[in-house]
């Protein structure tokens, strides 16, 4: 099942994460649905993607930083782990494949 599902996303950067072998990164965008008065206000939702490819893990550290609105294609990995205390775990991954960075976002004073 692994790799059989494609995702797309539109998002700004919460954190990003190194770790030996992967880069974790927080992400969040906002529901927008149809406009309707019963309709609760807009809200966020975040999720965690993964990059395992060590080019990519460094093109995303050199780009991208929180804030930035990019956006985001990869697949669905799916997997068994054993932890620590010996209970079976299944993981869930969106794994990044491709990343366009959209509009990069910068803190600072103003000039005026």
């Not at 804030?67 to 010996?86: E, K, S």
Request: aromatic content about 10%; overall charge neutral.
């Amino acid at each position: 099942m692994s790799g059989s599902f494609t995702w797309d996303a539109l998002v700004r950067i919460g954190t990003i994460k190194p770790y030996e072998k992967a880069l974790v990164l927080t992400v969040f965008h906002t529901f927008d649905g149809p406009p309707s008065p019963l309709r609760s206000p807009e809200r966020p939702a975040w999720n965690t993607i993964v990059c395992f490819k060590a080019p990519l893990r460094d093109q995303i550290v050199e780009h991208l930083s929180p804030g930035d609105l990019c956006h985001f294609h990869g697949f669905v990995r799916t997997g068994t782990f054993t932890d620590d205390a010996d209970a079976k775990r299944r993981a869930v991954d969106l794994v990044i494949q491709r990343f366009d960075l959209l509009h990069k976002h910068i803190d600072g004073p103003t000039d005026h």
